[in-house]
């Protein structure tokens, strides 16, 4: 859990914005769900004019990823990525009613269910692997549904405390454990063992020190190496994980492909050679539909030594 308002130093500007996020929560609840997602994803189709810095930075990324497709189709892309991270966060608003109801709001593969059963009962827990697609908050509740072993999530702190705690009481209520990046060592050695699932996001960019450097998109990115160097010392096998809306409104969870370290053991580069076959599942998944990626964060800010290029953010 995070520290207690009492034990940080919270700012003014901490308590407005945090003002303004219950606010927004409150009004977001008050409309049939259907309605609060249309005129989310309407405030974050305007959030792509009012943004200009954050639109430079999704529009780099897409002509990384895609540089052969025409720039007013990367424009309709990064505008409806925006409507879809708005949308997110009202479903995150929300998050009890996704508790409530998960039955009927959540989809699943059979097939990669049984297999996530299978990578569980082996007894050192499942590493489930998630990036910024869809909404990947709820694969809390999502979990939850299936009656799964505990979900533990590795998370960022925000800047601000207050919205560090009410992120915590969130992901709470819908049934998860958090564990905060810097000190969540032994918080996910201690799951795995108890046979948990422990949730951790690659998709970000990292520092030189704490990162690998594998292609995303055939381009050199700042990897994480933490799920492939804990599964590939503890034997414990890692799965794909991620939600994607369907176009019905409704709400797909994938679990798969499941990735298990001796796939790799015999590598020259186990870690890096594990880190890349994550990268390329998770490509397929964006390329399928790029507009429910989060293409706002640099992601491939951070080079290689000696690598001269860098992307115009």
């Known amino acids: 859990m995070a520290e207690t308002e009492s034990a940080l130093s919270v700012t003014t500007s901490d308590r407005i914005q945090y003002l303004f ?10 409309f049939p769900m259907c309605l609060s997602l249309a005129f989310a ?27 052969g497709i025409p720039p007013g ?39 990669e269910v049984e297999k996530l059963r299978v990578a569980l009962s082996g007894g050192k827990g499942a590493i489930l692997l998630f990036f910024h697609y869809g909404n990947w908050e709820l694969l809390v509740p999502a979990t939850a549904s299936l009656n799964l072993p505990m979900f533990n999530a590795v998370v960022r702190e925000m800047k601000n405390p207050l919205v560090t705690q ?15 990046r810097g000190s969540a060592g032994l918080g996910i050695l201690r799951a795995l063992k108890r046979g948990e699932m422990v949730a951790i996001a690659c998709d970000m960019n990292m520092t ?62 186990p ?30 800010n951070t080079r290689p030594p000696g690598d001269t290029w860098k992307p115009n953010y």
């Open 73 to 111: 189709t990367r424009k309709s892309i990064a505008r409806a990525c925006c409507g879809s991270f708005a949308m997110g966060v009202v479903e995150n608003f929300r998050q009890k009613d996704f508790v409530l109801n998960s039955r009927r709001l959540f989809q699943f593969d059979g097939d």
């Open 271 to 300: 870690t890096e050679a594990m880190m890349l076959a994550i990268n390329r599942e998770i490509e397929k998944v964006i390329r399928r539909d790029p507009t429910q990626y989060l293409w706002g964060h640099r992601r491939w």
């Open 41 to 67: 994803r309407w405030l974050g189709y305007l959030g792509y004019y009012l943004f200009p810095a954050r639109r430079r930075v999704m529009l780099e990324n897409l002509h990384i990823a895609f540089p």
């Open 166 to 180: 009410w992120l915590t009481d969130t992901r709470s209520a819908g049934r998860a454990r958090i564990l905060y």
């Open 208 to 269: 030189v020190e704490d990162a690998v450097f594998v292609d995303f998109f055939g381009v050199p990115a700042a990897t994480t190496p933490a799920p492939a160097e804990i599964s590939l010392r503890y034997g414990t096998p890692v799965v794909v994980s991620y939600i994607e809306r369907n176009s019905k409104g409704g709400y797909l969870a994938r679990f798969g492909p499941v990735l298990r370290p001796e796939q790799f053991a015999k590598e020259e580069k």
């Open 21 to 30: 996020l219950r606010l927004g929560e409150s009004f977001f609840r008050i």
